[in-house]
């Protein structure tokens, strides 16, 4: 999986077009669209919807699936949808006390019925 960091110059990380090609020649099936510094936002403030949209559009191009994640949070997920990943990446949003919590059943709960209200459930895409 290719990893492109939106804050990655934080990260010491090559830029996301860069990844995204070297991510094709090596044959990855998917990339995440992710943030380093978890304390510096999520990922909806590094990128503008177009922004976004553009990268997915890359990786799509590259023939790649598109998981996103960054500090998601239910604020902010229906946003991330709008763009079409195939995956989200919920882990901050899923556990109690932060990323690092033990995972919230109601917090899971929620994060469901987000899913389901936003159609991602039916339109999932599986490899």
């Known amino acids: 999986m290719a990893v492109l960091y939106a804050d990655w110059l934080a990260a010491a990380a090559p830029p996301p077009g860069e990844v995204l090609v070297a991510g094709r020649a090596n044959g990855c099936r998917a990339a995440i669209v992710d943030t380093f510094d978890k304390s510096r936002g ?9 922004e976004l949209a553009s990268v997915v559009a890359g990786i ?10 960054g500090s998601l949070s239910v604020d902010t997920i229906p946003e991330a949808l709008s763009v079409e990943p195939d995956w989200i990446g919920v882990r901050g949003a899923a556990c109690s006390g932060g990323r690092c919590g033990p995972l919230d059943p ?8 987000l899913m389901e209200s936003t159609s991602m459930i039916e339109s999932l895409r599986i490899p």
Do not use: K, S
Request: net charge positive; hydrophobic share 55%; aromatic share 8%.
């Open 42 to 50: 999520n990922l909806m403030d590094w990128f503008t919807l177009h």
């Open 106 to 113: 109601i917090r899971v709960r929620q994060l469901t019925r």
């Open 60 to 69: 799509r191009a590259g023939g790649m699936l598109v998981v996103l994640a």
